[in-house]
């Protein structure tokens, strides 16, 4: 599987920015998703995924406390896409936006060790 994240940039805090993930080489409906951060001189975090939707879960969502209520992730099958909308940034949103996969379904914590495929980051940079 192919993961190609797309869409960071510099933005000022208060607003909002769309990632894309776009996804190749494997049914991208029976992947479950996620989106992990890295910022300068941290390990890398979870940050939300969706689970793919032939599980029990139906498409459900998973959100770091952090970003809860101001990010929002979703996918299209049909684009073989998923997409992370991040509302109200914060300086400390600042970091290397990750997408990645995983066929095992995980509930509220995600770890990086538990997923199978990995993109290239998008840099996500927010001015204060």
């Known amino acids: 599987v192919q993961l190609q994240a797309s869409g960071g940039g510099l933005v000022q805090a208060g607003g909002s920015l769309r990632l894309s993930c776009a996804a190749s080489?494997?049914?991208?409906?029976?992947?479950?998703m996620a989106w992990f951060r890295q910022a300068p001189g941290k390990e890398r975090e979870f940050v939300a995924a969706?689970?793919?939707?032939?599980?029990?879960?139906?498409?459900?969502?998973y959100y770091a406390d952090s970003v809860k209520g101001r990010f929002t992730i979703s996918r299209d099958n049909a684009k073989n896409t998923v997409y992370l909308q991040m509302n109200s940034l914060k300086s400390e949103d600042t970091a290397v936006y990750y997408c990645a996969a995983s066929a095992r379904l995980y509930g509220r914590n995600w770890p990086t060790d538990g997923m199978d495929y990995w993109g290239k980051g998008t840099l996500v940079t927010v001015s204060s």
């Open positions: 080489g494997r049914t991208f409906s029976s992947l479950n």
């Open positions: 969706i689970s793919r939707i032939s599980t029990w879960a139906g498409g459900s969502t």
